[in-house]
């Protein structure tokens, strides 16, 4: 094992880079790409962090978007400061942005084969692992995406990573390093509490008799160095920033005020949906819930096997697991699927471990581990090849292209933001779902496109008939003059000059 041991990380590598780098280029560009690639940019080009391409009165849920053509007090603060340093050294584009994803995923599988080989004590649960990981779809989807993700998930593995490595050396220098991580992960996205309570319990967990009192001011310093520079941001409009960061938190928490409705969303939207076991969804969709049941069986049947639950190390798996599930559920009530970053990498361990147990028990379980490892491999690369193949990205950029070529004949147009990641944010571009019905603006161009304007106009219906109503008033007054694919665009009449003709595809 030792000897092939470089030759397969090598592999694992490049068959990782080479999906993950083929998912960025296909999937549709979506809003949050654009909502949090724009104060980074904004940031790199003028010096200042507001999110210029929101407009202010484009609210949804209980978000609150005071002041954010101002400031971005939104969400945490390193994601965007650590893309305007990415832009700096790459450019400013769809790609790079993915590119700083696929990178931190690659951080991450390095970052659990240490740990995996420090709790289990074996270089092939290790390595098993990672080849899982590497291949999963949801993994490699979340690194092929613009958001702050993956990026909170591997430097919250990575406090993990190097806690575990340095403990026995230098315990004071450990504690320091692992919370300077993080820190940084919970100053990404606030779910990277999970991984820093992960790492407070591994501490305690196998070095609570050596801490000392100056151990925890030690750990406390990275949150304070942080938490200072950002209150110094903050402090530039504090009555902006509680509007903006308590209204994107509002509704997250609800389990105890309705566990049932809770727990039922999060069953159904983080789980079923996102492996197609929900009502209506295809034959080929349900083909993916072949990954869910290995996973969950997988998770049981760690539990119940008395070599996992007596093993020191492969016990903490099990905690974190436990841990990482019911924290998800209590902090995030909206059951999101992109949040599964947390928890698939601890199912995949624990899947791993119990593989190599069976394993080396005989003969008979090896060919049930094979046979089910090779099955969950072949459904996540027939995931994430066909999603790949679809190339949903492919009328996106024909839009784009479309947009860019007449945006000169247009002095206000409103669309989603991810389109203002190849219009470099324009300021003619505004996203605003609403179509300017709070705001009173009167665009000269709309893009309606059905994964997101199409979609949340159709739920106010039920939530602001007033401004549904006005929505389709407006775009009955206007002609289309681009329809493909996923986007339909609009044109206030006279808006350009009588000569510009209607483009249907």
């Known amino acids: 094992m030792r000897r092939s041991t470089p030759a397969l990380v090598l592999f694992i590598t490049v068959a990782y880079l080479g999906l ?17 690639s724009n104060p980074a940019e904004n940031l790199l080009t003028t010096g200042s962090m507001p999110t210029s391409v929101l407009d202010p009165t484009a609210a949804w849920r209980g978000v609150n978007l005071q002041g954010i053509d101002r400031h971005t007090y939104w969400v945490m603060p390193l994601y965007i400061l650590a893309q305007a340093g990415w832009y700096r050294i790459t450019g400013f584009s769809l790609i ?7 990178l931190w995923g690659l951080v991450a599988l390095a970052c659990w084969y240490i740990i995996l080989k420090r709790l289990s004590g074996s270089t092939a649960v290790g390595l098993l692992a990672v080849i899982l990981l590497a291949t999963d779809f949801q993994f490699l989807s979340t690194a092929g995406d613009g958001r702050m ?16 490595s340095m403990r026995e050396r230098h315990l004071g220098r450990a504690i320091l390093v692992s919370q300077i991580f993080g820190a940084a992960s919970f100053f990404t996205h606030p779910l990277g509490i999970l991984g820093v309570v992960g790492v407070i319990f591994v501490t305690l967990y196998y070095d609570g008799k050596r801490l000392r009192p100056g151990y925890i001011v030690l750990a406390g310093l990275p949150y304070a160095v942080i938490a200072t520079g950002w209150a110094f941001y903050i402090l530039q409009s504090p009555s902006d920033f509680l509007p903006q960061f308590a209204g994107n938190a509002s509704g997250r928490m609800e389990l105890l005020q309705a566990p049932a409705t809770v727990l039922w969303r999060e069953i159904e939207q983080r789980y079923l949906t996102p492996y197609g076991l929900s009502a209506g969804m295809s034959i080929a969709a349900r083909l993916k819930g072949i990954v869910l049941v290995i996973y969950s069986i997988g998770l049981l049947a760690a539990c119940a096997d008395k070599r996992i639950r007596n093993d020191r190390g492969l016990r903490v798996l099990l905690i974190l697991a436990a841990g990482n599930l019911i924290g998800l559920t209590l902090l995030d ?36 581990v094979a046979l089910t490892l090779g099955l969950l491999i072949v459904v996540q690369l027939t995931v994430s090849i066909s999603r790949i193949a679809r190339n949903s990205r492919s009328d996106f950029l024909a839009a784009s292209d479309f947009l860019r070529s007449r945006l000169n004949g247009y002095r206000l147009v409103m669309a989603s933001a991810e389109f203002g990641i190849p219009l470099r ?14 705001s009173g603006k009167r665009p000269d161009l709309i893009v309606m496109d059905t994964p997101r304007y199409c979609l949340w106009t159709a739920l106010l219906r039920n939530q602001d008939a007033g401004n549904y109503r006005y929505i389709q008033d407006l775009l009955a007054s206007y002609r289309v003059v681009y329809d493909h694919g996923a986007y339909r665009m609009y044109e206030r009449p006279r808006a350009v000059s009588a000569e510009t003709a209607s483009v249907r595809q």
Do not use: Q
């Open 149 to 164: 993700d993956m990026m909170t998930a591997a430097l919250g593995s990575a406090a993990l990573a190097c806690y575990l």
């Open 96 to 102: 790079s942005m993915r590119m700083f994803s696929v």
């Open 425 to 438: 944010f324009d300021k003619r571009l505004i996203d605003d779902f609403r179509l300017g019905y709070r």
């Open 333 to 368: 009530s909206f059951g999101i699927g992109w949040y599964l970053i947390y928890i698939i990498p601890l199912a995949i361990a624990l899947v791993a471990a119990l593989a190599n147990a069976w394993w080396r028990s005989g003969r008979g379980p090896r060919a049930a």
């Open 20 to 36: 993950a780098i083929m998912s960025a280029l296909a999937m549709r560009p979506w809003c949050d790409e654009g909502w949090f």
